[in-house]
């Protein structure tokens, strides 16, 4: 079954084009990734699916509802993690996860959570005192305490440091092997390449490859997923006929 169903997503921002003619389908316990340079449509097309923001051309359904009229029941089933949330100055890691917890009818246990993504020690600590690491997985854990059907990572493992990375990839894996459907961005080709079942690159809004990694590998002069990336996305100094 599909969990998120992109067709044609057109959004706009003025006269500038964010998101040109989008179609993506993700199916259930898929991990998704979404890729492209600072300011290709990733944020946009993420807040489009989650009924954050309006688009105008198009149509998306997410657990088989309509983002934009059934945002409510959505909230219910979906976890996003962001880069940076908001938090009252001097809560506590434990506080903020039982704050989460409130808002949601069937949440998870953070308890066991915070065992998982190696934080136990840290629930009575202020959130302002992590590390920069520590609080990207707590941004994780928040994501996923709605004990969501979906769950939306930004710039997943930024700041986090390579065991760090490695452990939120096996926590992942083993969230993903329950049926949970991730769809995520990043900006760390290892990540992607580990992690997800397809992707599509975004250039100015527009897919310019949609399929698995092997297939862009393939598709590229180059056998390093890295460097097909580049060569998708450059424009300037690559002669590249598929753009
Ligand atoms: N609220 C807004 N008003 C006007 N333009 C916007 C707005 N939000 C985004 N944009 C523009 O839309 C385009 C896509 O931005 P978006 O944030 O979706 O990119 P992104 O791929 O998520 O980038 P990043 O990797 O930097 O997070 C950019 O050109 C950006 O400047």
Known sequence: METI????????????QAVNNLS???ERGEVFGLLGANGAGKSTTIECVLGTKKFSNGSISILGMNPQTERKELFERVGVQFQESNYQDKITVAEL????????????????????FGLSDKSKSQVNELSG????????????????????LDELTTGLD???????????????KRGLTIFLTS?????IEALCDKICILKKGT??????VQEAISKSPFQKFEEAYLWY???????????
Request: aromatic share 10%.
């Open 5 to 16: 169903k992109i067709n044609a997503l057109c959004k706009s921002y003025g006269n500038a």
């Open 24 to 26: 993506i389908s993700v």
């Open 97 to 116: 996860c039982e704050v989460t917890q409130a808002l949601y009818k069937h949440p998870s246990d953070y308890v066991a959570l915070l065992k998982q």
């Open 133 to 152: 690491g520590q609080k990207q997985r707590l941004f994780i854990i928040l994501a996923l305490i709605p004990n969501p059907d979906v769950v939306f």
């Open 162 to 176: 390579a065991r760090a990375r490695r452990e939120v990839w096996k926590c992942l894996s083993d969230l993903k």
């Open 187 to 191: 900006h760390f080709m290892d990540e």
């Open 207 to 212: 897919s310019i490859f949609y399929g698995t």
């Open 233 to 243: 996305t450059d424009e300037e100094e690559c002669n590249n006929e598929n753009i």
